[in-house]
């Protein structure tokens, strides 16, 4: 996934129960967007979504490094999120799963990303 302006590889979340599906490259508002798909042994679902558009997630402009990394959650419907925006990155995870959940798979995408850098 070079089109994002760095390589991206999906994070290995197989410790925490999740096995990926797939990964999609989508059409963003600027540019691509990259979507990885995971699912647990009970079939429930989590997407990690990655923009280079952090100005969606009111962060710096394009391109520009945000200075700190805090972490946010919110719910739509039955739907949770837990975001960041980190460098010139916005993420999203999002699943059918309580915040605990979606707080300890976002610590460990986040704690990979930046081995990875």
Do not use: C
């Not at 039955?78 to 959940?101: R, T």
Request: charged share 20%.
């Amino acid at each position: 996934m070079q089109r994002m302006g760095s390589p991206m590889k999906p994070p290995h979340l197989q410790s925490l129960g999740y096995a990926l599906d797939g990964g999609r490259l989508l059409p963003g508002d600027k540019g691509p967007v990259a979507q990885f798909m995971y699912h647990d042994s009970a079939g429930a679902k989590l997407t990690l979504y990655l923009s280079n558009e952090i100005t969606v997630l009111g962060a710096a402009a394009p391109g520009q490094k945000n200075q700190e990394t805090a972490f946010r959650f919110a719910q739509e419907g039955s739907v949770n999120v837990f975001y960041w925006v980190n460098g010139p990155f916005g993420y999203a995870i999002s699943a059918d799963a309580d915040k605990a959940e979606l707080a300890r798979v976002s610590g460990e995408v986040y704690r990979q990303l930046e081995a990875s850098r």
